[in-house]
Structure formats: structure tokens, C-alpha cells
């Protein structure tokens, strides 16, 4: 793959200590970038900078420790960037999660929408003044998304759980909140994207129960190495093209039109909303925009 160097330039990458964060951290840090791992579980975080080190020597490798299922987390650890990387030129919200079972985080939402959405919409919104004038937001999506739709009356999905419908309903909210940020920074340099990497075979499918190794056992027969699904992802982040995306969608290093669902205006402003009113925002934003 040709790219730009990313020398001098910080990247911010959510779950990147495996799978196709891991690929990304380690192809960016390769071309000069200073990687950043925001990651749920430290020590593993560690021993990813560390791989990242021997591949490549010298490479500026940092990890923060973040928990996208908790709001608490979530905050604590935009603080923490924006006291230690005062400028953050591409932020890789990677990390992604798909449950079997319904389960709630410990601020009682359903774990897939937390972790996958309300989340990274936070993370991301808090670290907006950051971000370097001419940065990066790239949210990984999924083809899922066309799958899925808004359950206005239950977003929590209370009823009826599948995990289908919860990856569905996350994936989709990652477009809606790719196409509303790029609305909402019109104007300013920051690009903004979502992507497909392809049916990857990652740890996003919980293994802990029989039922689900089986499920993730059938399921990887189909999937495609983490090599190969960290492609698009690095292309937005080091390449031309990253740079002009407007809310755009993309695999493959193409650009792809989601689905009507994905393009519904007011179906993106009302995620938006509603996202602010779920994580405080509209309580505790300046206060901490301003920390």
C-alpha cells in the first residue's frame, strides 16, 4: 500500500492491541506516526506497544487505558489525552464489540450500544478541541449497518435481543454519527469517515460461554485475516484521499454509498441529540471540553 509518511503526527487508536487496530497501530507507527492505544485492558495494551517496538525500533508507542462501556472511563481518559497529547492529528475509533447475550454496562445500557456507540461518541466529542485543524475522525462501521435500524422505542433492546439486531443497530449508529459530525464540523478542516474493513476475523465475538465458541468458530470460517481488513482504515488515516472525506463511507479504499437508513437526515440529528442527553453532554461538556 503507498501512503504519505505520517511522520510528526499523533494517532489515536481505540482497541488498538489486537486485531485490525493492531495492524493499523503497527503500519502507522511504521511510516514515523507516534501511536497511541486507548485500550480496556492495560497490560495487554503493553504487550502490543511492545510488539509494535520490535517491528518497528525507535517507534513513539504510548497506551492510555480506556473502557468505552463506562461513561466514567470514557471521561477519565479524554482528560488524560488532552493533558499528555495536546494534539491529536487522527483519531481510529476501532475498538467494537458483539454480544451473544444481552448484557448492560454499569451505566445500564445495553453493552453493544455503549461500547460500540455511546462510547466512542463521547470519546470523540470530548476530544474535538484536540484535534489538529487539519485532522482525521475515522469510525469503523461495518456493511452490518444495512442489516440494522434505529429501535427509537427501544435502544436498549430489552425485548427481542439478538445480537444481529444489537451490531446491526450500533453499526448503523456509527454512520449517522460519522455523516452528523461531518455536518457539524462544516467549515473547519477535520475529516471525517466511516469504514467497512470486511468480514474480519477479530476478537469483537465474545468466547466465554460454549454457545459462543461455537457461534465464533463457525462464523470465523468466513472471515478474512486482520491483515487485510486494517487496509481501508490505514488508507483514511495516511492517504489523500482520508483527508477529504465529508462523512463519507468507504471499503475497500473506495468509496460506498450506505444505505438509505444511513442517509436519513433527521434520523442523524436525532442520534446526535439523544447521544448527548444518554452520555451528559448537554450537563457536563463545558466543563470538561474546558478541564
Excluded at 462510547?119 to 456493511?143: D, H, Q, Y
Excluded at 459530525?181 to 468466547?207: F, K, M, N, R, Y
Aim: aromatic share 6%; with cysteine.
Amino acid at each position: 500500500m503507498s501512503a504519505a509518511s505520517m511522520a510528526g503526527k499523533t494517532v489515536l487508536i481505540t482497541g488498538g492491541n489486537s486485531g485490525i487496530g493492531l495492524v493499523a497501530a503497527t503500519a502507522l507507527a511504521g511510516m514515523g506516526a507516534r501511536v497511541v492505544l486507548a485500550c480496556r485492558r492495560s497490560q495487554a495494551a503493553e504487550v502490543a506497544a511492545q510488539q509494535i517496538r520490535a517491528a518497528h525500533p525507535g517507534a513513539g508507542v504510548e497506551t492510555v487505558s480506556l473502557d468505552l462501556a463506562s461513561l466514567e472511563s470514557v471521561r477519565r481518559a479524554a482528560r488524560e489525552v488532552r493533558e499528555r497529547f495536546p494534539v491529536i492529528d487522527v483519531l481510529l475509533n476501532n475498538a467494537g464489540l458483539a454480544n451473544v447475550s444481552r448484557e448492560t454496562s454499569q451505566d445500564g445500557f445495553e453493552l453493544t450500544f455503549a461500547t460500540n456507540h455511546l462510547g466512542p461518541f463521547l470519546f470523540t466529542r470530548l476530544l474535538l478541541p484536540a484535534m489538529a485543524p487539519e485532522g482525521r475522525i475515522i469510525n469503523v462501521a461495518s456493511e452490518a449497518h444495512r442489516m440494522g435500524r434505529m429501535h427509537w422505542d427501544d435502544l436498549q433492546l430489552t425485548d427481542n435481543y439478538w445480537v444481529m439486531r444489537a451490531y446491526a443497530q450500533s453499526k448503523l449508529a456509527n454512520i449517522l454519527f460519522t455523516r452528523e459530525l461531518a455536518d457539524q464540523l462544516a467549515g473547519t478542516g477535520i475529516a471525517v469517515s466511516a469504514l467497512h474493513p470486511g468480514a474480519v476475523s477479530t476478537s469483537i465475538w465474545p468466547e466465554n460461554r460454549w454457545y459462543e465458541r461455537a457461534f465464533t468458530r463457525v462464523l470465523k470460517l468466513f472471515l478474512i485475516s486482520p491483515e487485510k481488513g486494517a487496509r481501508t482504515s490505514i488508507w483514511l488515516a495516511s492517504g489523500v484521499e482520508g483527508g477529504k472525506s465529508r462523512g463519507g463511507y468507504f471499503e475497500r479504499c473506495k468509496p460506498r454509498q450506505p444505505s438509505a437508513r444511513a442517509r436519513d437526515k433527521a434520523d442523524q440529528t436525532r442520534l446526535w441529540t439523544l447521544s448527548e442527553q444518554l452520555t451528559g453532554l448537554p450537563v457536563f461538556s463545558d466543563k470538561e471540553l474546558s478541564a
